[in-house]
């Protein structure tokens, strides 16, 4: 991947970056559509650009607003720019910042929608990253790889996906010895399901396709300050979908038992015990078929639980448009108090960016 790397272990300073942008004055953004650049067709305007940036099981993606390429006099959009720059499948490449800029999206355009309206006619296109192509494939199919990571790599190996996409990160994963089998569902359901099952990310940053173990980059990527550069700070804490003790369940067929483990928790969503004992009877089961052990039943149950306390608390943290922060990394806030002090693991981030300003939405949960 060419360009600066956003998913490091790099730390930012907000006054380095004040520094590097100009005092974050004067928002600006490049739109490369395969390889043509959008802005520099004069009678195009981009009037508003949102980019959702996510480390969770949807895609990413990113919406221009466009104007500028209805022909009034011939009633018509022009075909030139409409062929050259608004086309189904084509490649999608955006930086963003300020004096100097950063690439934060690479994908494809997955939909173009022509608007009349009182207003002049416009465009809106939206964008989404390889795992929307992902979504498209359908097959049933036994791996004959040995390995989870080696099906995890062939998959994502696929030249459909290499179009679209700079490289891809697989961990090792431990894997059972049995067959793996792909039942009637999508390459993106099976790596969902699978990230989902052994407690993995799977997520695209830069255009990078990322099958990773969780919470790897313990560095924050900043730290902010109320007072100084948070607009805006929101902590919801919540018992919603929440339990204390989680069962996962199979069964070997062979010898006719059921397979068991069980995880409790000792979070402590409260300061004193009401949230314990609103909780002390509720208790979540799982059935899943691939466990084959009680070791594989345990630890399943362990990660499940871990995953599900963890979102507990969120947070939702606006600042000016700081285009190195992403998901799949911590970010720091004080002077909020004590309580809402620390490390936040960034869940997905919104930039807007329009003509006068630049700001980024951040949705996060407690780290560990």
């Known amino acids: 991947m060419s360009g600066q790397s956003l998913m490091t272990n790099d730390k930012y300073t907000f006054e380095n970056l004040s520094s590097k942008y100009g005092d974050f004055k004067v928002p600006t953004y490049k739109i490369s559509i395969d390889g043509n650049d959008l802005l520099s067709a004069e009678s195009l305007v981009v009037r508003e650009l949102k980019i959702d940036l996510t480390c969770e099981n949807e895609a990413s993606g990113c919406v221009l607003e466009v104007f500028g390429a209805y022909d009034i006099a011939n009633r018509r959009f022009n075909p030139q720019i409409m062929e050259k720059f608004f086309q189904l499948g084509k490649k999608v490449s955006i930086d963003a910042g300020y004096i100097k800029t950063v690439n ?3 994908g494809y355009i997955s939909g173009v929608v022509l608007r009349m309206g009182n207003e002049a006619a416009g465009i809106r296109v939206e964008c989404t990253d390889v795992k929307g192509i992902m979504m498209n494939t359908r097959t049933t199919e036994q791996r004959t790889e040995n390995k989870l990571d080696d099906v995890v790599s062939s998959i994502l190996g696929n030249q459909a996906y290499n179009n679209f996409c700079e ?5 090792s994963i431990s894997t059972p010895e049995r067959k793996i089998e792909v039942a009637g569902e999508s390459d993106f359901d099976f790596l969902v399901r699978l990230a989902a099952r052994i407690n993995y990310e799977f997520f695209v940053c830069q255009g990078k396709v990322y099958f990773r173990k969780p919470m790897p980059l313990k560095a924050a990527v900043i730290s902010l300050e109320w007072g100084y550069n948070i607009l805006s700070f929101e902590r919801r804490a919540s018992l919603e979908g929440q339990v204390l003790e989680l069962e996962v369940r199979s069964a070997d067929v062979d010898k006719g038992k059921m397979i068991s483990g069980i995880a409790t928790s000792n ?6 015990p009401s949230a314990k004992k609103a909780l002390q009877k509720l208790k979540k089961v799982v059935v899943d078929s691939s466990v084959g052990s009680e070791q594989e039943a345990q630890e399943r149950a362990e990660v499940l639980l ?3 306390n963890q979102s507990y608390v969120t947070a939702n943290i606006e600042c000016i ?11 720091n806030v004080k002077k909020l108090g004590s309580d809402l ?7 997905r981030v919104t930039h807007s960016i ?6 980024t939405l951040i949705e996060a949960r407690l780290g560990d």
Request: charged letters at 25%; aromatic letters at 14%; a neutral charge.
């Open 104 to 106: 934060v999206f690479k």
């Open 167 to 171: 490289g891809t990160q697989v961990d």
């Open 267 to 272: 979070v402590q969503m409260s300061k004193g």
């Open 306 to 308: 871990k995953k599900l």
């Open 321 to 331: 448009g700081i285009p190195e922060i992403v998901p799949g990394r911590f970010i």
């Open 341 to 347: 002090d620390g490390d936040y693991y960034i869940l």
């Open 354 to 359: 329009n003509e006068s300003f630049f700001s």
